[in-house]
C-alpha cells in the first residue's frame, strides 16, 4: 500500500517523508527476517493483504522453500492474485478477508483499493481522506489464521505478514491459540501511529496485546511522516520469545 500511497500524494504536491538514521539505511525488512529465521528454514508464509501477489514473490526471493498462503478478499484484486498465482505454485490464493470470527464482513472499499478495509475510514487529515474516501460496500467471506491453520494442517507459520488497513488486532486475535502455543516465529505488521480507520488500534495497542503472549518488539522499518514531522504509518517486526537465544547470539 505504501509505495501506493506515496505516489499519489506526491502528484497533489504533498511531501511524505521517509526518514531513516544511518543505522536505519542498512536495514532491510525482508533481509532482517530472513536473518531472524533462516533463509532455508522457512516453509510457511502467511501474506495477509495479498494484493496482486507482488509481496508472495518477494518472499519467495528471501525463503526459496517456501509456500505462501495469500489472502485477499477484494474480487478486483484477488483476479490479480489469482493470475500471479497461476504462474508460480508455490503461491496459494484464498479469497478471503483474515479477521478475528470466521463468517461474512462488510469490506469499504475505497478510492485506492489498496487502503480497502474491514473498517470504516476516519482520518482528520484531508490528503489521508483523498485515499480512504469510500466508494462503496461489498460483502466479503472472512476467516482466522487459527481456523485455517487447523484446516490446512499447518503447524507453524515461520512468517506471519499482516498489511490489513488498520484491522492488524483482529487478525491477531484469530490466531490467539497459534500465538499461543508459539507456533508463528515471527511477525511483520503494518502499524499506525495516527487514526486512519475508525476502531482502529495504533501500535502502543499492537504491541500490548502481542506481549501478552511473549512476542517481543525487534525492530520499526519504513516509517513514513506527515509533513510536520508527526510519524504516519510503518511496519514493524516482532518475534517469539523462542527466538530470544539466536538474537543474542547476533549480538556476541
Not at 536473518?35 to 516453509?43: A, F, I, P, S
Not at 478510492?111 to 476516519?122: F, H, I, Q, V
Amino acid at each position: 500500500m505504501k509505495q501506493l500511497v506515496r505516489a499519489f500524494l506526491n502528484k497533489c504536491g504533498i511531501e511524505i517523508r521517509l526518514v531513516k538514521n544511518m543505522h536505519a539505511q542498512l536495514r532491510d525488512a525482508f533481509l532482517e527476517q530472513q536473518r531472524l529465521v533462516g533463509k532455508k528454514d522457512v516453509k510457511v508464509v502467511f501474506d495477509i493483504g495479498a494484493y496482486d501477489g507482488g509481496t508472495a514473490l518477494k518472499y519467495k526471493e528471501y525463503f526459496p522453500n517456501a509456500t505462501v498462503y495469500s489472502f485477499e478478499p477484494f474480487a478486483a484484486t484477488y483476479s490479480k492474485l489469482l493470475n500471479t498465482a497461476n504462474k508460480h505454485s508455490f503461491i496459494k490464493p484464498i479469497n478471503a478477508a483474515v479477521a478475528e470470527k470466521v463468517g461474512h464482513a462488510i469490506l469499504h472499499v475505497n478510492s485506492m483499493d489498496a487502503t480497502n478495509s474491514l473498517l470504516p475510514s476516519e482520518t482528520t487529515n484531508s490528503y489521508l481522506d483523498d485515499l480512504t474516501k469510500s466508494v462503496d460496500r461489498v460483502e466479503v467471506q472472512t476467516t482466522t489464521v487459527d481456523y485455517l491453520c487447523e484446516e490446512k494442517n499447518i503447524d507453524c507459520i515461520d512468517v506471519l505478514k499482516i498489511d490489513v488497513q488498520g484491522n492488524g488486532l483482529a487478525v491477531l486475535k484469530g490466531a490467539e491459540r497459534m500465538l499461543r502455543e508459539k507456533k508463528i516465529k515471527i511477525i511483520y505488521i503494518e502499524i499506525e501511529f495516527l487514526q486512519i480507520y475508525k476502531g482502529q488500534p495504533l501500535m502502543y495497542e499492537l504491541t500490548a496485546f502481542l506481549s501478552g503472549f511473549n512476542y517481543n518488539l525487534f525492530g520499526l522499518y519504513n516509517l513514513v511522516h506527515q509533513k510536520s514531522g508527526q510519524l504516519a504509518w510503518g511496519d514493524a517486526i516482532y518475534y517469539c520469545d523462542e527466538l530470544e537465544s539466536s538474537i543474542r547470539s547476533m549480538n556476541s
